[in-house]
């Protein structure tokens, strides 16, 4: 599946009255910066938070601590939870999570490559793991498209079809 770009994300979020939150640990802030890149993104984005360390997944988008400690933060569970958290407190119709690991080593059991995402919406949600080729700035990069193409594919009403389905239906 070819990605889309972030100027039809906003599109779809448009023609479905949503808004937008990101959450990103992963990404550092390079998918909500792909967003606001775009002329008129400001109906759509809410905002979004980096939360790059455990504590400030936890503290500031309510991760609970036993499910950082379980899981680790790099796992599907943490990022549909930091999702669930960014859609919560930016007030948005959608939030969209990443975390994982760039690489060169490995962290949390987890290897390079290894990109959890999630977003989540009133009455349901959706993560899954993808695992990425290259160095971290592919990985990142990847990582911004693979997240842009779950949060349009949650936006048609596509979120459990097709391609996504290597991912773990949740919520």
């Given at each position: 599946?070819l990605a889309p770009d972030a100027a039809s994300v906003l599109d779809a979020a448009r023609a479905a009255g949503?808004?937008?939150?990101?959450?990103?640990?992963?990404?550092?802030?390079?998918?909500?910066?792909?967003?606001?890149?775009?002329?008129?993104?400001?109906?759509?984005?809410?905002?979004?938070?980096?939360?790059?360390?455990?504590?400030?997944?936890?503290?500031?988008?309510?991760?609970?601590?036993?499910?950082?400690?379980?899981?680790?933060?790099?796992?599907?569970?943490?990022?549909?939870?930091?999702?669930?958290?960014?859609?919560?407190?930016?007030?948005?119709?959608?939030?969209?999570?990443?975390?994982?690991?760039?690489?060169?080593?490995?962290?949390?059991?987890?290897?390079?490559?290894?990109?959890?995402?999630?977003?989540?919406?009133?009455?349901?949600?959706?993560?899954?793991?993808?695992?990425?080729?290259?160095d971290r700035t592919h990985v990142r990069s990847g990582a911004v498209d693979a997240a842009l193409a779950l949060?349009?594919?949650?936006?048609?009403?596509?979120a459990d079809e097709g391609s996504w389905n290597r991912g773990t239906q949740l919520g």
């Amino acid at each position: 599946m070819l990605a889309p770009d972030a100027a039809s994300v906003l599109d779809a979020a448009r023609a479905a009255g949503a808004t937008l939150a990101c959450a990103e640990s992963l990404t550092g802030g390079a998918l909500c910066a792909a967003l606001v890149e775009v002329p008129g993104a400001s109906d759509v984005v809410r905002g979004g938070v980096v939360a790059y360390a455990v504590d400030v997944k936890r503290a500031v988008l309510g991760v609970p601590q036993t499910l950082l400690d379980e899981q680790g933060p790099v796992s599907e569970a943490v990022a549909l939870a930091m999702a669930r958290g960014v859609r919560d407190a930016l007030s948005a119709t959608l939030g969209v999570a990443t975390t994982g690991v760039a690489g060169p080593e490995g962290h949390g059991g987890r290897e390079p490559g290894t990109v959890c995402l999630a977003v989540a919406w009133e009455g349901g949600a959706r993560a899954l793991t993808v695992h990425l080729p290259g160095d971290r700035t592919h990985v990142r990069s990847g990582a911004v498209d693979a997240a842009l193409a779950l949060v349009h594919a949650a936006l048609e009403g596509r979120a459990d079809e097709g391609s996504w389905n290597r991912g773990t239906q949740l919520g």
